[in-house]
């Protein structure tokens, strides 16, 4: 069985962390990985209903998702996770808990000017962010603390998804996370 | 690789759910599975840490503590549970969107009567649930559903520990998801 790990993906709302997380998903389980994702989305229901999105609350949320992640990645399955997780100190306390276990951990900063993502406006949030009538949103309204540094960044704003997918592999590749060609 | 599969125990406060739940993992292990324990109170600090004993945040919790069995079990782990989880319809629940999911979903019912709890009362629990001190303790002062129908039922008031993992195991053999039995 290969190693577990979590890929992790950050960025602001909309950038494109799950618009990533599918075909990545997809080409590591061709790959012969077990593969979930956490997405942002799916874990605010399943497991942060009723956080709001205060400081505290991101970080009890993105704490949640590093404790599923750890137990999925000590047992070999790669933990895809796509939430904002803006703060960078509980970002790296995740880090250490997963790779303290002795799974790894793939940090991928999915950047995109937040011009671009309020023209690109997929759900409509910036627009209302923007005119103030959705607080605590990140990037506009809250922080968001980019990493310092990532295994990978990608901008969705220039690469295309392909070109992006292709680099996070490329780096699992040099890592030495991919089943199939340790088997090679 | 075996079959994943939840072993959910279910029971009132001190009757013995953790204290199963480690011998029971460890002879899991032996046996060559991948073993998780959620116990109880390391899911209310990692994964509810804020939910009060209300009907509703019961559920919730025991909701969230099966999201991520189904997780483990779904890739292979064996996910042990041991939570009160005293309410029948949403261990249910549980049990059906795992064995939809594929993985099975094994129920231990650890029984002990209320009087031996509040005699053994190892935490000072019962005193103070008896005495009004504690409000919304189950078996006390707030309901626990025995399961209808529960693979497995103990009584640690009778049972040893080392007869109740003997009878666990022997029904986790005659379903099929013993590792080591099925290479043989």
Redo the contacts between chains.
């Keep these: ?1 290969s190693k577990g790990f979590t890929l992790w993906f950050t960025g602001m709302s909309g950038a494109g962390k799950s618009t990533l997380s599918e075909p990545i998903a997809e080409r590591l389980r061709a790959a012969g990985h ?1 593969v ?1 994702i956490l997405d942002g989305d799916v874990v605010r229901t ?2 942060s ?2 956080l709001s999105f205060s400081k505290e609350d991101r970080d ?1 949320n993105v ?2 998702i590093g ?2 992640s750890k ?2 990645a000590r ?3 790669v933990a895809v996770t796509a939430a904002i997780s803006p703060y960078r100190e509980v970002r790296d306390e995740v880090r250490q808990t997963i790779t303290e276990d002795g799974a790894g951990f793939v940090e991928v900063y999915v950047h995109c000017p937040v011009e671009v993502l309020a023209e690109r406006d997929v759900k409509g949030l910036y627009k209302k962010a923007l005119a103030g009538e959705i607080t605590s949103f990140t990037g506009v309204s809250d922080p968001y603390e980019a990493p310092v540094n990532p295994e990978v960044v990608v901008d969705s704003s220039k690469d295309s998804v392909a070109d992006s997918v292709d680099k996070i592999l490329e780096k699992l590749r040099t890592l030495g996370y991919l089943a199939a060609e340790k088997a090679a």
């Design positions: 069985m077990k979930e399943h497991l209903k009723g009890i704490r949640r404790f599923v137990l999925l047992n070999g399955v």
